[in-house]
């Protein structure tokens, strides 16, 4: 008899590798792109997540997440390695966006005008600047005006006028003994500027006292 003989090829594909990158955080309503994703032996990649956000770049190991509005919390992005050849299994690999709020507000206070009365006194008007620069909406906002440490000694202040196109202030402020400038329950959403003018008179001052700091 003679021999017999075959001959099969065995093919060893390399099995695909994925690593998702580094968990991260970002604030509120601030996109995040991944950077640092990896992935080995593979015939496609793709991204999934379990927020209410949007993914883009889904297909690329740089995706950017974008968080919907509101959204907070931790976030899970999923990296799925597809193999060269299905007989091998997929590789997934997950990190962690973490949304934290960032909250933070500005404030200026300016002299808009001083105006010298011929009695002697002094009418003079300053303005709050406020603005949200933060990433979250504020709440239940709290400005305060002592003009006992502005004025001090002699001086007699009064209060001439208090208004705000945006804000709701307190009528009772005087100053001296109501030193809260707005109501309870005024907000600042993200992004946004609202002003106060304050209007107060001054007399009885001392002849030394010629100038004054109000910060």
């Known amino acids: 008899c003679e021999n017999i003989s075959d001959v099969m090829t065995l093919t060893i594909w390399k099995a695909p590798v994925a690593y998702a990158g580094t968990d991260a955080n970002t604030g509120a309503g601030q996109s995040y792109q991944v950077l640092d994703a990896e992935a080995y032996n593979f015939g496609s990649i793709s991204w999934t997540h379990n927020g209410t ?24 992005l999923v990296l799925t390695v597809n193999p060269l050849d299905p007989v091998c299994e997929a590789a997934t690999d997950t990190m962690i966006i973490s949304i934290e709020e960032d909250p933070e507000i500005v404030l200026d206070k300016r002299t808009v005008s001083v105006i010298l009365n011929d009695d002697g006194s002094s009418d003079i008007t300053f303005e709050f600047n406020v603005e949200n620069s933060g990433n979250v909406d504020l709440h239940n906002l709290s400005l305060v005006d002592d003009l006992n440490l502005t004025f001090p000694g002699l001086c007699n202040v009064s209060v001439i006028s208090l208004t705000s196109d945006n804000f709701n202030v307190n009528l009772l402020f005087d100053g001296t003994t109501n030193t809260e400038i707005l109501e309870a329950g005024n907000t600042l959403v993200v992004g946004e500027k609202k ?21």
Not at 54 to 73: C, F, H, K, R, W
Not at 198 to 214: A, D, G, P
């Open 53 to 76: 956000g949007s993914l883009t770049g889904a297909n690329t190991l740089s995706p950017v997440y974008t968080p919907a509005i509101d959204e907070m919390g931790q976030i899970a």
């Open 195 to 215: 002003a106060v003018l304050l209007t107060v008179k001054i007399t009885n001052c001392e002849e030394t006292q010629t100038s004054f700091t109000n910060e």
